[in-house]
């Protein structure tokens, strides 16, 4: 069939199996096939399901938890299958966007800036680098998901071969009710390698409302003995326009026994400079210096207010507006450089990385004690990790990624992804060198989830985007909630043998 097929110690399958998280360095399967075609896909699944061989597949390789790595029978690497096709009206203005299964982010933004498609996004990841595949199938949160929705709540069609070999194609126009409307309904959340292998993703075209982006990155140090807990309590709890994302990273790096902890601002706001700079002052108003506070609360707060100045001074200083198709092309590949260094394989610069993830709400009254609570509590471990990892080179990260605004709505039961009241997806990463760390660092991991845990949706919800080591049982309702029923059923339809895994 002329598909390209390799074996361990060919340089391909040695590219292919390549992984940036140590965990997984001898995850090793028996062959690498790269297929060009959904054809070449629908040959791999028939002939390996006959010889009874299993099937992991990979996009970009981005999984947190080592999804796309396999230990046996086959890794199907979609790396060749990356063509992307804007579809243009008339007056050529792009409409929707024909992408192959094995695309990264950045093949389908370099389409917008050859086009010169200033204002128009396709609502993709925030790195770059991360796979078109993974990222839809799970969810997909992305720059614009505030103004927009998921990634996939803007799919509208996807062709996949399922288990029995055959090509399918589903999407918005299948009939309601129908075997192919619910498979469509769960590939959005719930078809990380789970239902078939998908080659090829039909999306919407969206329109910002401004042809610039105001985007911006700052790493903040608050003041040593100052505490940043009522300015980041206001900037998670204020009730930005859709048209705002702020995301931040609470970065530990703890390397000869020293660590600073900085808290790692990006912003993208679809609308002009002025207006992103009005808003933040709007937000981000100082703590009231009334007469009944003693003289060292006094003190304490008029601290506490010139550090925030500073930040939303830096915050307006370091945003800046630039044509959209420059934003996703390059500003995103800027903004998210640390993250994606941990993710893309660089010999003899990897680590070991475990992850887990919550979904925090800030749209109830409850949710404001909660959300000083979280705060109170990474504060806290901070100090504890930097203790426990005092002699050792190891990051402990919290990353609070904005969601919210448009995707909350969607009913929960709209699409699979179900966590549609959510407005930070928070994700913790641990990350040390010295492999006799492992069991200090998931020990960390598993204390911080025990901790976190019932802050999160249902007490217990996980993004599978940020897919999740310490989840101890029901993966899958951990991950889809009230949607794992209708998915499992999905599942029993297109899938009965369960050829393919189920989290
Ligand atoms: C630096 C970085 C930034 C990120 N930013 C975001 C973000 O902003 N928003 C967000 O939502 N997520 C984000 N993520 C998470 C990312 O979206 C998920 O890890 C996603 O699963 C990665 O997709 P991938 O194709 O690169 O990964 P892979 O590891 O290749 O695949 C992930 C899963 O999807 C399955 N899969 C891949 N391709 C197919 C296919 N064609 N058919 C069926 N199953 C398939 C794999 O088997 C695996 O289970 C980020 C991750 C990293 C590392």
């Not at 050859?114 to 796979?131: D, E, K, L, Q």
């Not at 239902?195 to 608050?222: C, H, I, Q, S």
């Not at 600073?260 to 009005?278: A, N, Q």
Request: charge should be neutral.
């Amino acid at each position: 069939k002329g598909i390209p097929a390799f074996n361990q110690g060919e340089k391909e399958y040695e590219l292919s199996v390549a992984t940036a998280n140590l965990l997984y360095r001898f995850t090793r399967p028996e062959c690498v096939v790269q297929p060009e075609t959904t054809e070449h896909v629908q040959y791999i699944v028939e002939q390996a399901r006959d010889v009874g061989e299993d099937i992991t597949v990979k996009c970009g390789g981005h999984s947190y938890t080592g999804f796309s790595t396999a230990d046996h029978g086959l890794l199907i690497d979609l790396k060749r299958m990356t063509a992307v096709k804007l579809q243009l009206s008339k007056d050529k203005t792009p409409t929707a966007v024909k992408v192959q299964a094995g695309a990264r982010w950045g093949d389908v933004y370099r389409t917008l800036i050859n086009g010169s498609h200033r204002g128009y996004v396709i609502n993709g990841g925030r790195c770059p680098s991360v796979g078109v595949s993974g990222f839809l199938l799970g969810g997909g949160l992305g720059p614009f998901t505030r103004s927009f929705g998921m990634g996939s709540d803007t799919v509208i069609e996807a062709t996949i071969v399922t288990a029995d070999g055959k090509k399918v194609t589903v999407g918005k126009d299948s009939p309601p009710g129908s075997r192919e409307a619910e498979l469509f309904w769960a590939l959005r959340g719930a078809g990380c390698g789970t239902f078939g292998v998908v080659t090829e993703f039909k999306m919407d075209v969206k329109k910002l409302k401004n042809k610039n982006v105001v985007a911006g990155r700052y790493l903040w140090t608050p003041t040593a003995g100052v505490s940043h807990h009522r300015t980041m309590q206001q900037i998670l709890m204020a009730d930005w326009p859709k048209e705002m994302t702020i995301d931040n990273n609470w970065m530990l790096d703890v390397k000869g026994g020293k660590g600073e902890m900085g808290i790692r601002f990006t912003i993208y706001y679809d609308g002009p400079k002025d207006e992103f700079d009005k808003l933040l002052d709007e937000k981000m108003t100082p703590q009231p210096l009334d007469g009944s506070l003693s003289p060292e609360d006094r003190v304490k707060l008029q601290l506490e207010n010139a550090d925030q100045e500073n930040l939303i001074k830096q915050l307006k200083r370091r945003s800046m507006p630039e044509p959209s198709t420059r934003f996703l092309y390059e500003s995103l590949v800027l903004m998210w450089d640390e993250e994606a260094r941990n993710s893309l394989p660089r010999p003899g610069d990897n680590a070991y990385q475990k992850y887990s993830s919550f979904c925090f709400r800030t749209d109830r009254e409850e949710d404001a004690r909660a959300m000083e609570e979280i705060i109170r509590i990474v504060t806290a471990q901070q100090t504890f990790f930097k203790d426990e990892f005092k002699t050792d080179n190891a990051s402990f990260w919290v990353t609070f990624i904005h969601s919210g605004g448009k995707a909350t709505t969607f009913s929960r039961t709209e699409t699979a992804y179900p966590w549609r009241e959510c407005t930070f997806h928070t994700y913790i990463t641990i990350k040390w060198t010295d492999k006799w760390l492992e069991q200090n660092a998931t020990g960390f991991l598993l204390r911080m989830k025990d901790i976190l845990k019932p802050y999160s949706m249902n007490g217990q919800a996980s993004f599978i985007n940020f897919s999740d080591a310490a989840i101890a049982k029901d993966h899958d309702v951990a991950y889809y909630g009230e949607n794992s029923a209708r998915a499992r059923k999905v599942k029993s339809v297109w899938d009965k043998d369960n050829y393919f895994n189920w989290p």
